[in-house]
C-alpha cells in the first residue's frame, strides 16, 4: 500500500464512520420482517462508501475520462440513496435506469465499435438486467462485498494483463470494500450496503465487464458474474411460476434458502458464492484466447450447467421444506 491508498483508506473509514452516526440520527434503518434475513433493526446505506471510493479515484486522478459512465453511476448512486431513505416506486426508477445503463454502455463502447445492432441490443437488455440482478441479490451480511471482490481481483488481473483501465479504479473500489467489511462482515452487521451501494458497484462492475468485452471481443466475460446472474434471473422465472408478484419481498434465492435450510451463517454462504465465482473466473481466463464460436461454446455450457444446479438445488430444497 502506498501513501496514496493509505490516504484513500484513511478518508473512506473517516466518511463512512459519519454516515454511520449520520443515518443513526436520521433514522436510515432497515426494519426486519417476516421475509428479512436480520433480526434487529439496521443502518442501511453503508454503500455510499463505494460512490465516495468512485469519487476519489477522479479526484486523485485530476479528470473525469469517463464522462458518460461518471453520469450514469451519478444517477443511480442518487436514485439508489433516495431509496434508502424513502422507498421508490419501480415504475418511477425503471426510466432513469434505462437512462443510466446506456450511459455506461455507450462509454463502455457498446454503441460505437460498430458492433452488430443485435449484439447492442442483447448488451443493453444484460446490462439493465445485470443492475437490477445485482441489487436483487444484496440480502445477506457479506454477500455484496464479498461476490464484488471475486469479480473485481479477476478483472485486476485481465487490466495488469491488458491496461484497460488505470489500475487505481480497481484498487480504490478494494479500499472502499475493506472500510465497508468492519459494520457489515460480521454475525450482526452495523450497516447494510443499501440501494446506493448497490446500485453503485453494480455501475462500475457493468462499465468493466462492458469495457472489456468491447475491447477484447470476449463475450466470454460475462460469466463472470455468472453466479449472480443464474440466481436473480432464474428466480424471477421461479417466482412467475409460482405466481408471486416479482416486486415483493420473498425468500427464495438459493443463497437464502442456504441459510435456512442447512442453517449456514450469511459470512459461509457469501464466501461460498465468492469462491465459487472465483473457480469459474480462473476457468473463464483460460478461454480467453480462443476464437468466438469456441466462447459462446462455453458461455452456452456454463449457463446450461448453472440452470441445472439452479433446479436441482430448488427441487431439493422444496422437498425439504415438505
Do not use: C
Not at 479500499?175 to 455501475?203: E, H, P, T
Request: no cysteine; net charge positive.
Amino acid at each position: 500500500m502506498n501513501i496514496q491508498h493509505l490516504i484513500q483508506f484513511i478518508l473512506l473509514s473517516i466518511f463512512l464512520y459519519a454516515y454511520y452516526k449520520y443515518a443513526q440520527k436520521a433514522k436510515i434503518i432497515d426494519n426486519p420482517n417476516h421475509r428479512s434475513s436480520h433480526t434487529t433493526p439496521t443502518i442501511r446505506g453503508g454503500g455510499i462508501v463505494f460512490f465516495i471510493a468512485v469519487l476519489l479515484f477522479f479526484i486523485f486522478l485530476g479528470k473525469i475520462p469517463y464522462p458518460y459512465f461518471f453520469t450514469g453511476f451519478l444517477l443511480l448512486s442518487v436514485l439508489g440513496f433516495i431509496d434508502d431513505k424513502k422507498e421508490l416506486s419501480a415504475k418511477l426508477r425503471f426510466p432513469f435506469q434505462l437512462l443510466a445503463v446506456a450511459l455506461i454502455l455507450y462509454d463502455a463502447g457498446l454503441f460505437t465499435n460498430d458492433l452488430p445492432l443485435i449484439v447492442q441490443i442483447l448488451g443493453f437488455i444484460v446490462g439493465v438486467g445485470f443492475v437490477n440482478a445485482f441489487n436483487f441479490m444484496d440480502g445477506i451480511n457479506g454477500i455484496t462485498g464479498f461476490y464484488t471482490l471475486a469479480v473485481v481481483v479477476p478483472l485486476l488481473y485481465l487490466n495488469f494483463q491488458y491496461k484497460i483501465f488505470d489500475n487505481q479504479f480497481f484498487i480504490v473500489i478494494i479500499l472502499a470494500i475493506i472500510v465497508f467489511a468492519y459494520y457489515n462482515f460480521r454475525k450482526q452487521a452495523l450497516m447494510f450496503a443499501g440501494d446506493i451501494g448497490s446500485m453503485a458497484l453494480a455501475s462500475v462492475l457493468l462499465f468493466w465487464l462492458g469495457k472489456f468485452m468491447v475491447e477484447l471481443k470476449s463475450p466470454i466475460l460475462i460469466v463472470l458474474v455468472l453466479i449472480y446472474g443464474l440466481d436473480s434471473a432464474m428466480t424471477i422465472i421461479y417466482r412467475i411460476y409460482l405466481k408471486e408478484n416479482i416486486s415483493e419481498a420473498h425468500r427464495h434465492h438459493i443463497y437464502q434458502k442456504m441459510v435456512d435450510v442447512w442453517k449456514m451463517s450469511h459470512l459461509q454462504v457469501a464466501f461460498v458464492y465468492a469462491l465459487l465465482q472465483v473457480l469459474i473466473s480462473v476457468i473463464v481466463i483460460q478461454f480467453l484466447p480462443l476464437s468466438l464460436p469456441q466462447q459462446w461454446i462455453g458461455i452456452v455450457v456454463a449457463f446450461v450447467f448453472g440452470i441445472l444446479l439452479y433446479v436441482g438445488l430448488q427441487y431439493y430444497f422444496v422437498k425439504k421444506y415438505l
